[in-house]
Nanobody
Framework: QVQLVESGGGLVQPGGSPNLSCVAS????????MGWYHQAPGQQRELVAV???????NYADSVRGRFTASRDNAKDSVHLQMNNLKPEDTAVYYC??????????WGQGTQVTVSS
């Protein structure tokens, strides 16, 4: 079992640059990929960014160039630096960890609201 604890988020002004963090803990596990999804009201949960074990990151088109995802393998953590936030970035952001094709875990979600 893996537990994910997220931090960061909250109310941010347009153009702001918050940072989200997620730390994984639990019994012995090896992480293949860590990343972030978001879900806006009435919308499906969508991929924001994912960092695979080799360190390469993939991004949704809507955030590429504004968001940067990074992993700290020693701490089993993943971070999302969000820059130049827009109102349409408002959503609940979920940390996601994939151990294998059959095992993955979700964080509880953290709200990011972009508003002046």
């Amino acid at each position: 079992q893996v537990q994910l604890v997220e931090s960061g988020g909250g109310l941010v002004q347009p153009g702001g640059s918050p940072n989200l963090s997620c730390v994984a803990s639990g019994s012995a596990f090896q992480i293949f990929a860590m990343g972030w999804y978001h879900q806006a009201p009435g919308q499906q949960r969508e991929l924001v960014a994912v960092v695979i074990s080799g360190g390469n990151a993939n991004y949704a088109d809507s955030v590429r160039g504004r968001f940067t995802a990074s992993r700290d393998n020693a701490k089993d953590s993943v971070h999302l630096q969000m820059n130049n936030l827009k109102p349409e970035d408002t959503a609940v952001y979920y940390c996601h960890v994939r151990l294998s094709a059959y095992h993955s875990y979700w964080g509880q979600g953290t709200q990011v609201t972009v508003s002046s």
